[in-house]
């Protein structure tokens, strides 16, 4: 399941993974389309094409429109396909509904990234619900650190469906296809100037508003302190955050307002950068991978291994503050190298996927047979993926027999 840019970036590594083990898995990927030309651009970056898009965006959507009818879409595709497993990735509505829609047609519940915790229901919203609403009907939690399987266990959840595999954003990372040279124009010419860059990404939801402004009145002060910096600033699609960075940022001297990058673009940027300042969760860990300082602006974390370990300060969203915290790290070598030095990463070792697709296989036979039995003595129209799974084979011209009832788990 996919329908954002972040989750097709961490699905990316499962999705090839389940493809080199044809003879025990057909995968199916479906996409909700829940942000259109963001997945778009993360699907031609990752070299996916969705067996099925459900095309559920629209304009200004809400959360409960999006969510209702994502429910309705996933519960009918899910019906039709009659999934052994759906595997979910994060925290997205997307997640959360096909989570709920799985559950609902008896299929395995995988989620991947699981036990991520702030403890406040509104920071990030409405991610740190959605996460638990996933975590309740969920029956393989792939926790990508100790952190994470520890509060799953507090919850309640048994721990013999927990299983650390680390985060397959590392994965996508380690394996990514060298391109060269950055292909976006603007964004190459400012990393061939060989000034210090400082990268910058806001969308979340609780940032909006009047968070947001305080942010850019930030960046305007840091631009004027520091001439020798270049702020990049690739904008979220998001009308709401695109507003304000564009009316607030605009025209700025060293700041660079760009849209959304490619992966390989981005990653690009990263790995030059001097620093990074970000309310995102996913480039809290990517930046780690290449050892890059970050400022959270937020107030509190999900993933507080980055600021255990030392390469992450909460700022949160007060300007001073911003202003401060980042003008020590441009002014003091010593602070800077502390936070940048080379380090264990806590997030991973490049391997998550393999470690949870060999789970899914060791475990489908165990948790599904009883489903696929109970199909088989009432006759049912197709065993849990194993029927459905030969004719999609054959509509789609596979021609690959039907895995047996236990498969052997491939080799992680």
Request: charged content about 25%.
């Amino acid at each position: 399941m996919i329908g954002t840019r972040p989750e097709t970036i961490k699905m990316a590594p499962v999705i090839r993974e389940l493809g080199r083990h044809r003879a025990v898995f057909d995968p199916v990927v479906v996409a909700t389309s829940q942000h259109r030309e963001m997945l778009d651009q993360a699907l031609e970056d990752m070299g996916i094409v969705p067996d099925v898009d459900l095309s559920l965006m629209k304009l200004d959507q809400g959360l409960a429109d999006f969510a209702s009818r994502s429910l309705r879409a996933l519960s009918d595709c899910f019906a039709s396909l009659r999934p052994s497993a759906v595997l979910v990735q994060g925290d997205t509505t997307t997640a959360a509904m096909a989570a709920l829609a799985g559950f609902y047609q008896h299929a395995l519940v995988g989620h991947v990234e699981a036990g991520l915790r702030s403890f406040d229901k509104r920071d990030p919203f409405p991610e740190e619900v959605n996460r638990r609403m996933i975590g309740s009907v969920a029956d393989l939690h792939f926790a990508p650190t100790d952190t994470a399987r520890e509060n799953l266990i507090r919850e309640g959840i048994d721990p013999e469906t927990i299983f650390v595999t680390g985060n397959t954003v590392v994965d996508a990372i380690h394996h990514r296809t060298p391109k060269g040279e950055l292909e976006e124009p603007q964004v190459a010419a400012i990393a061939a100037s060989g000034r210090r860059i400082l990268l910058v990404t806001m969308h979340r939801r609780e940032n909006l508003g009047l968070r947001l402004y305080s942010v850019c009145v930030a960046l305007r002060e840091l631009a004027r302190h520091f001439p020798d910096v270049e702020i990049v600033f690739p904008m979220h699609l998001n009308p709401n955050v695109r507003r304000v960075v564009v009316e607030e940022l605009t025209g700025v001297p060293g700041v660079n307002l760009v849209d959304p990058l490619s992966h390989h673009d981005f990653l690009g940027v990263l790995e030059r950068c001097y620093l990074v300042l970000s309310d995102s969760g996913g480039l809290q860990e990517e930046a780690l991978s290449f050892n890059k300082p970050v400022l959270v602006l937020r107030e509190r974390t999900e993933r507080p291994e980055l600021v255990e370990v030392g390469a992450g300060i909460l700022v949160g969203t007060d300007a001073d503050q911003i202003v401060r915290e980042t003008s020590r790290l441009l002014s003091d070598a010593g602070e800077y190298d502390r936070m940048c030095c080379k380090r264990e990463n806590p997030f991973g070792d490049g391997r998550a996927a393999p470690r949870i697709v060999d789970i899914l296989a060791r475990s489908l036979p165990r948790l599904n047979g009883g489903r696929a039995e109970a199909e088989e003595l009432r006759g049912g129209s197709g065993v849990a993926g194993r029927r459905a799974a030969r004719r999609r084979g054959e509509r789609r011209g596979h021609g690959a027999p039907a895995p047996s009832r236990d498969p052997p788990a491939p080799t992680p």
